[in-house]
C-alpha cells in the first residue's frame, strides 16, 4: 500500500501483511502413514526376495552346498537386515510426502509412528504365519504317531538338551534378541531420516504447490 504526501510528493510504501502457512492441527496423518506402510512392507518383501533368490543359487551353483550354507545364511541376514533399513526410509518419504507442507518436528513424529506401525504389523504377521504354520505341523506329526501307537506301537524317545546344550540355546536366543533390538532401533532412525528428506517446508505464501 502506498500513498502520496500531498505538502512534499514524497511516496511511503508499506509493507504488506502476508499470512503465514500454519502448520496441520492435527499432526497425526493416518492416510499417508498407511500408504508410507503398504510401501514400506511391498519394498521389504521384494528385496528380501531378490536376496533369498541370489542366495539360493549361489548355494545352488556352488561344489559344496553344505559347507557354505551357514555363511550364506549370515549374509542373508544381514542383508535383509539393509532391506529392511531401505524399505523404512522409502516408507518415510512417501509418508511425508503424500502430506502437504510440514515442519521437521512433525515429519520426525509422522515417521516415528510409520516404524511403530511397521513393526506392530510386521510381528503380526509373522507371528500369525509361524504359529499357523507350527500349528499343521503339529497336527500332521500327532496324527503320524497316533497312527504308529495304534498300527503296533512305536516309543519316540525324548531326549533332553544337556547343560551345554541350554547354554548354547540361551545364547542363541540372546543374541537373535538383541539384535532384534538393535535392528529395529535402526529402523526407526531411517523411517525418520526419510520422513525428514520427503517433508517439504511450510511457506509464507498466500498460494503454494
Partial sequence: MSYVNRPTGEVINEPVAV???VDYHDRVRWGPIIS??????ATQLILSAIIAALGAGSIEASDRPRTITPNVAGNVGIWSTIALLISLFTGG???TRACGPMNRNTALLNGAILWATTLAVSS?????????AFGVAASNAGEVINQLQQQGGVNVPQTTPTAQQAREIAANLRSGLWWFVFGSLLGLIAAMIGAAVGARSPRTQANYR
Fill in 93 to 95: 518419504w512417501v509418508t
Fill in 19 to 21: 499470512p503465514p502457512v
Fill in 36 to 41: 508410507g506402510l503398504l510401501v514400506a512392507i
Fill in 124 to 132: 503380526w504377521l509373522l507371528a500369525s504365519g509361524v504359529t499357523g
